[in-house]
């Protein structure tokens, strides 16, 4: 089990030597404008310009797009949220199986790369997931050093 490192400050400023991927959850429908994306844009414009150049249809729930970003950061958009908002019967848009299966992507990159993992706490506000789950999926699947930025 992989311990999860909390830490102060914001995630588009990932702290520490070496190779850095920021992880981050979008959606399968093409929306980008809310949430830790506009952190993201306002940064840099790779990830939003990748994201943006695929058919919608082709965000596929468990896919990532890994998006160099600096010589030593990359981004990963990892497509693990269903649509925007909450469904009629208040389902949350977050997909946990396909957070999982994003984040066992990410973590393989990682691996092979030598990197380090860095995000927001990812799906548990506009994608409406709950930390707990979340942070159970991070810890049985990312073995790789991982650190979780708390913004405010």
Known sequence: MNKINYIKGDAVEPQGEGLKIICHISNDSGGWGAGFVLALSRKWKQ???????????????????????E??????????QAGIGFDNN????????????ALEAVNKVAIEMGATLHAPKF???????????????IEEVVTVPITIYNFK
């Open 71 to 80: 010589e030593d950061i990359y981004v990963a958009n990892m497509i693990a």
């Open 47 to 69: 990830p939003e310009a990748t994201y943006r150049s695929v058919n919608h249809k082709d965000l596929l729930l468990g896919n990532i797009q890994l998006i160099q970003v």
């Open 123 to 137: 799906g548990a506000g506009l994608s409406g997931g709950k930390w707990d789950i979340i942070e159970n999926i």
């Open 90 to 101: 208040g389902k949350p848009p977050i997909r946990y199986n396909a957070l999982r299966t």
